[in-house]
């Protein structure tokens, strides 16, 4: 990755992070938001790879973990670096995405993204049954049609001509 994008993608960053702190909670419907934050790294795995997507899913759950007050520190850290390494490498390793297997990608890095911060967090089972038909589901189909408008935008019309 060069200097500038490097700076790209801190530029990005930055701004899915403060669109998910201020903006999300506007676009909630009945209590569900998208998740910008997972939509960044999901992006940025896709587009630079495993590596890339590991230090930005790390930075970027390291960043909500300082913000959010939660007990845990380092859970959103842990699940969010797994999410961009696993999506890095299957860009990287198995298969070029086009636009519906990325959303595709795209909702299975949130539930993983989800699993793995219950699973770290320790929750019960039925605490964590409850938020996955509850939260989860809802916020992963809502982030991924935000996330496939704002694939489908960044990739840019290609014409024939």
């Known amino acids: 990755m060069s200097n500038r994008g490097w700076l790209w993608t801190l530029l ?3 701004l899915a992070f403060a669109v998910q702190t201020t903006v999300a909670e506007w676009l909630q419907i009945l209590g569900v938001g998208p998740d910008f934050v997972v939509i960044f790294i999901v992006s940025v795995a896709i587009r630079y790879g495993a590596a890339a997507g590991c230090l930005w899913g790390f930075l ?3 960043t909500q973990d300082v913000y959010a007050p939660v007990e845990w520190l380092g859970a959103n850290s842990i699940a969010m670096t797994i999410v961009g390494f696993a999506v890095g490498q299957l860009e990287e390793r198995f298969l070029t995405l086009n636009l519906p297997a990325k959303v595709g990608v795209l909702g299975l890095a949130f539930f993983v ?4 911060y219950f699973l770290i967090t320790g929750l019960e089972k039925d605490v964590v049954t409850t938020l996955f038909v509850a939260k989860t589901v809802p916020e992963s189909v809502y982030t991924m049609i935000l996330g496939g408008i704002l694939f489908y935008l960044s990739s840019g019309k290609k014409s024939n001509v």
């Open 12 to 14: 990005l960053f930055v």
């Open 60 to 62: 970027a759950g390291f």
């Open 113 to 116: 993204n989800d699993m793995f």
